[in-house]
């Protein structure tokens, strides 16, 4: 999986959630002014300290489904948004990309069901604060 802009990399937040740019890598993430410092200390203490140059979406590609940091994302109730490049075929034949937002398990499922030649690519993790703050560090 290559990302190949730059325009995902960003921290924002609203009244319910966190939104992360997936192009972050974990160094940037823990630099970023936005980022809460519970979800700072969270990266610290249940993912083992990642790879720094680790972008957010290479890690959720890349994890095996037992690991802590799968269940750290999935107990964050993450959401996951991605775009499969030409997937969804229209009337008129013309290929469109098509974008999907979804748990982190489902995304998993997805990503696992696509074939080798479907190129994609994560653009966004959304983290609800909600399961941000019943998450004792």
């Known amino acids: 999986m290559q990302i190949h802009s730059e325009d995902f990399k ?5 009244s319910m959630k966190v939104y992360i740019g997936a192009s ?7 630099k970023q002014d936005q980022t809460p410092f519970k979800l700072r200390a969270i990266i610290m203490s249940y993912m ?5 140059n680790l972008t957010i979406a290479e890690h959720l590609v890349s994890m095996a489904s037992e690991s802590m940091e799968y269940l750290t ?4 109730k ?3 948004k991605f775009t499969t490049m030409g997937t ?5 034949g013309k290929k469109q990309n098509e974008t999907r937002v979804m748990l982190l398990e489902d995304f ?6 696509l074939g080798e030649e479907t190129d994609f690519f994560v653009e966004e993790v959304s983290i609800s604060k909600l399961s941000l703050m019943a998450f004792s560090v």
């Open 10 to 14: 960003y921290v924002m937040l609203d």
């Open 88 to 92: 969804r075929v229209r009337r008129g």
């Open 78 to 80: 993450c959401k996951v």
């Open 48 to 52: 083992k300290n990642p790879d720094e």
């Open 24 to 30: 972050l890598s974990y160094a940037e993430l823990q």
């Open 108 to 113: 998993r499922k997805v990503i696992d069901g």
């Open 73 to 76: 994302y999935r107990q964050l």
